[in-house]
């Protein structure tokens, strides 16, 4: 089985090229076929002529003539004529290519089969032809370029050039092909990411368009319907509110003092959910990007959890500013610590350190940790763990908070096993 590239426009490619390669062989391959016999016909006819013509002038000629004849010849048509010797050192005449054996066949049927053939003749390189006068035999050498002038291999050169100037035309019409498969597969990524790309160009094949306008319009929707659940979970939240403070009243005025202490957990406990949705259904791109100083946003993101956590150890490293949504990362931020301080068992270190292109915000905890499989379920909305983490009150959209916020500022959250029990959550940005 032939290994294929993996990417559709190399697969594309080489097709293209393979097909232009194949039918450019096979054009060369039928051309010399059909030309084969009819330039084999050709060369023969002439190798006859010219050695008929010259039997005939030096037979007319008087012989003290000859010699002049000979000079005449061997310097207007560049032939030669030598008596034939037993001592002659002769190079065979190839029979390779095809036209050659043919030729010298064509050759024989008039001249005699007792024509002779060579490449070379005393170290003189020539088409070099035997014939008789008389007892006697002769050697005439031809120039070669007068018979070998096979059409195929002038052919072959042009084929080359010929494909040389496709393969650009060839990688066009590939790219022509893959680029709009390439821009539908970035949007449909985008979209089950939760991000909503800019609308794909309707323009192009008919099924293209069609694969297009669907992407367009499935995006649409769904970020129609993000927008009114975003509106539903905020208004909901938000009347939650009054009759929540009503309860916290009623609460405090209680003379019981194990139920008011009961009901004011409780009131706290729903605030916090509540609170969580209105940050979650709020998270949205309104916030301006702006070049923070991270060192000092972590520091006064960290600064409210200190008294909370048994131990919070910053270690912060001096990275350079870059751009992001700073209120969305103090959230993103304030909710990784949160969840460290409650499921985490409280020992947190918070660290940030410059990595390649990227600056890396790491909050670790040593608490139970997240089972590896649940790392990428964890972070989606609604998502609570039944696991000594899980806290059965919360909303689940504390990691998917901070994986929308990540998002919204060009980054990527990822969860990992902490070495030394727990886990690592880490805000990966770039720094352009």
């Keep these: 089985m032939i290994d294929l590239p993996g990417s559709l426009l190399a697969r594309s490619f080489l097709l293209i090229v393979v097909l ?23 060369m023969a006819q002439l190798v006859v002529s010219v050695v008929n013509l010259t039997r005939a002038a030096v037979l007319s000629a008087a012989p003290e003539w000859r010699s002049a004849l000979l000079a005449e010849l061997a310097g207007s048509e560049g032939l030669r004529l030598h008596m034939a010797d037993d001592s002659d050192v002769l190079k065979p005449l190839p029979e390779q290519p095809a036209e050659m054996s043919l030729m010298m066949e064509k050759v024989r049927e008039s001249l005699g089969s007792e024509t002779r053939f060579a490449a070379e003749r005393n170290g003189e390189e020539a088409l070099w032809v035997s014939f008789f006068i008389g007892h006697e035999e002769f050697w005439i050498a031809l120039p070669k370029d007068r018979v070998e002038n096979p059409v195929y291999e002038v052919l072959f050169p042009w084929s080359l050039l010929v494909l040389v100037l496709a393969l650009p035309g060839a990688y066009f019409t590939a790219h022509q092909i893959t680029r709009p ?16 790309p800019e609308p794909l160009p309707e323009s192009g094949a008919q099924e293209i368009v069609t694969v297009s306008r669907a992407i367009n319009q499935m995006s649409a929707d769904l970020a129609a319907n993000e927008r009114e659940r975003a509106l539903v979970l905020a208004g909901i939240s938000h009347d939650l509110r009054t009759p929540l403070a009503r309860v916290r009243i009623a609460a405090e005025l209680s003379a019981d003092e194990s139920l008011r202490e009961g009901l004011a957990a409780d009131v706290e406990q729903m605030d916090a959910v509540i609170q969580q949705f209105l940050d979650y259904a709020r998270l949205d791109e309104s916030e301006a990007m702006l070049q923070a100083d991270m060192k000092s946003l972590v520091q006064e993101a ?33 909710n ?17 350190r410059r990595e390649e292109d990227n600056i890396v915000l790491t909050v670790a905890d040593r608490g139970t940790g997240i089972p590896s499989s649940q790392h990428a379920m964890v972070k989606r909305p609604f998502v609570r763990l039944e696991s000594a983490r899980s806290n059965s009150t919360g909303s689940g959209l504390g990691l998917a908070i901070v994986e929308r916020a990540a998002r919204l500022n060009d980054g990527e959250l990822i969860l990992a096993d902490n070495a030394a029990g727990g886990l690592v959550a880490k805000l990966v940005l770039p720094c352009t």
């Design 302 to 334: 960290a600064q409210q959890f200190s008294a909370q956590a048994k131990s919070l150890t910053l270690d912060l490293d001096d990275v350079p500013s870059i751009p992001v949504r700073p209120l969305l990362l103090k959230r993103a931020l304030s």
């Design 20 to 42: 232009i390669v194949l039918s450019l062989a096979t054009s060369v391959v039928i051309f010399r076929h059909v030309q084969q016999e009819p330039h084999a016909k050709q």
């Design 336 to 352: 990784l610590l949160d969840n460290a301080i409650k499921h985490g068992g409280g020992e947190i270190t918070v660290q940030l």
């Design 181 to 196: 498969l390439e821009k539908i597969a970035q949007a449909a990524l985008q979209v089950g990411q939760g991000t909503w």
